[in-house]
């Protein structure tokens, strides 16, 4: 399974941020298939957001629920993370990934990683 993640490189305070994770290998419908996005500010471990399951259930980290939407489109095998109201803090090296099994918040149980894109919030 390979990801790939794509979207804009700079977003402006208070955008939303959206990031599209596209997926060859493997189908994001494949059962108990887990996809996920983790983020990583310069300087700082890494932080689960949220992932979608092979059902379209989705989960999100207590502290981004409020501005976090994880979607998929099956037809382009693709999911999406949106992020909404961002600041400067939201700059980060955002990930997606993949593990079969239930979603977890541990980025160690995941197999399968994209190589990451830079997203900078600034005006």
């Known amino acids: 399974v390979q990801l790939q993640e794509s979207g804009p490189g700079l977003v402006k305070p208070s955008q939303t941020l959206s990031l599209t994770c596209t997926v060859s290998?493997?189908?994001?419908?494949?059962?108990?298939?887990?996809w996920m996005w983790i983020r990583q500010p310069p300087g700082k471990g890494l932080e689960w957001m949220g992932a979608?399951?092979?059902?379209?259930?989705?989960y999100y980290s207590p502290s981004l629920k409020s501005r976090t939407s994880i979607s998929r489109d099956t037809s382009k095998n693709q999911f999406t993370l949106q992020l909404s109201s961002v600041t400067p803090e939201d700059t980060a090296v955002y990930y997606c990934?993949?593990?079969?099994?239930?979603?977890?918040?541990?980025?160690?149980?995941?197999?399968?990683w994209g190589q990451g894109t830079q997203v900078t919030v600034s005006s």
């Open positions: 990934a993949a593990r079969q099994g239930h979603y977890s918040s541990s980025s160690y149980l995941y197999n399968y």
């Open positions: 290998g493997g189908s994001i419908t494949t059962n108990y298939y887990s």
């Open positions: 979608i399951a092979y059902s379209g259930s989705t």
